[in-house]
């Protein structure tokens, strides 16, 4: 009888113990926005510029290694389009607002004060032009529906905050803009991050 109270009492710490744990954090992140040059099967070619921007997540873990992660970053760059318009090669120029919504699974590992992870999941790219720098007046909003993946390292500065930089890869379908400014192709936009996050 004694042995049974003992090993209850000792599930019911380590219950404990893992429910005072932090299981849920925020982070914000600064990265950068590399796009690669995309070529259709016609003449059109499309050619990013690379950019900063901002990442917000919020993560919430179901058990010590493995989360679930939502996301939203924010990112302005132009796409300059050739071969458009009967083959010129004059860049059409279409400046537009960059703005991710993703979820991703996340299973990560603990070393002390370093903490790698990976993760995977659904992500959209919403692209919106900005007539101010768009040279098409025709040009539309687009939302294309990808994936993403990608993995980093989180470094424990305190109990409750980590200095987290990851890299972050979205596959998805270049925007097409209108019917003569698209690539028919898919990209994969390279977004490496370092931001901090808050646990709580």
Avoid: W
Wanted: net charge positive; no cysteine; glycine share 10%.
């Amino acid at each position: 009888m004694k042995k049974m109270i003992v090993l209850g009492a000792l599930v019911l710490s380590a219950a404990a113990g893992y429910a005072q744990e932090s299981r849920q954090d925020v982070s914000a992140s600064v990265f950068g926005l590399v796009a690669p040059q995309v070529h259709a099967n016609g003449p059109v070619v499309m050619n990013p510029t690379d950019t900063l921007g901002v990442l917000v997540s919020y993560r919430f873990l179901l058990t010590p290694r493995s989360g679930l992660e939502l996301n939203y970053s924010f990112a302005q760059n132009t796409n300059y389009f050739t071969g458009a318009y009967g083959g010129s090669q004059t860049p059409v120029p279409v400046h537009s607002r960059q703005q991710e919504i993703s979820g991703a699974y996340v299973f990560g590992l603990s070393f002390r004060r370093y903490n790698p992870f990976v993760e995977a999941g659904p992500a959209a790219i919403i692209e919106t032009p900005i007539l101010n720098g768009t040279a098409t007046l025709d040009a539309k909003r687009k939302t294309n529906i990808g994936g993403l993946f990608g993995g980093g390292l989180a470094y424990e500065i305190s109990p409750s905050f980590d200095i987290r930089v990851e890299y972050r890869g979205i596959l998805v379908k270049a925007p097409a803009f209108t019917s003569d400014l698209t690539t028919n192709r898919y990209e994969v936009i390279n977004m490496p991050a370092i931001g901090i996050a808050y646990h709580f």
